[in-house]
């Protein structure tokens, strides 16, 4: 069974840089796609974008310029970076595995907030 | 960009009605189509792909159809336990993208 943690800090001061880690156990990953998904407090979700276990990326061009997901093999985990964030940012951030574009995998999610 | 267009937006049923839900895409997707559940607190959970076609362990009671820019998902006996948020997300072009969400609510 896969297994998917993200972790990271729960704050983030405005202008700074937000990053996450999604530690993957039950499987490796060395094989599919994997993404990350946000969701504003009591609103709907976005797809932020995705990495093959190669390196080759695709990201929302809402937020292109700003951020960056890349994987380590070697502690079998991926990451996210998202650059000048403002509360706009604001967000339950999730990883997710992706097989034929399908999230069938998901992490429980961490809140995000940027605040002073 | 993609937009997917849910509705409603909420839905007040009651157990055994049979609920529909559906998603428009601002253009054709073919059948490149995903229905996500969510609980309360929760991540969500993949229940359709591919618009019609049941992940494992979902209950038959899920169904989901369309193609094109018009998409459903039916529940034909709703249950206290599929009481969620509901949203579609297309795959056919980058970024993909989901739709606004239908929360069901019981009467």
Not at chain 2, 3 to 26: F, K
Request: aromatic share 10%; hydrophobic share 30%.
């Amino acid at each position: 069974q896969v297994q998917l943690q993200e972790s990271g800090p729960g704050l983030v001061k405005p202008s700074g840089t937000l990053s996450l880690t999604c530690a993957v156990s039950g499987g490796s990953i060395s094989s599919n796609w994997w993404a990350w998904v946000r969701q504003p407090p009591h609103k709907g979700l976005e797809w932020i974008g995705e990495i093959h276990h190669t390196g080759t990326t695709n990201y929302n061009p809402s937020l292109n310029s700003r951020v960056t997901i890349s994987v380590d093999k070697s502690k079998n985990q991926l990451s996210l970076k998202l650059s000048f964030v403002t509360a706009a940012d604001t967000a339950v951030y999730y990883c997710a595995r992706s097989v034929q574009q399908q999230l069938d995998y998901w992490g429980q999610g961490t809140l995000v907030t940027v605040s002073p | 960009d993609i937009q997917m267009t849910q509705s409603p937006s909420s839905l007040s049923t009651s157990v055994g009605d049979r609920v529909t839900i559906t998603c428009q895409a601002s253009q054709d997707i073919n059948k490149y189509l995903n229905w996500y559940q969510q609980k309360p607190g929760k991540a969500p959970k993949l229940l359709i792909y591919d618009a019609s076609n049941l992940d494992t362990g979902v209950p038959s009671r899920f169904r989901g159809s369309g193609s094109g820019t018009d998409f459903t998902l039916t529940i034909t006996s709703l249950q206290s336990e599929d009481i969620a948020t509901y949203f579609c997300q297309q795959f056919d072009n980058l970024p993909y993208s989901f739709g606004q969400g239908t929360k069901l609510e019981i009467k």
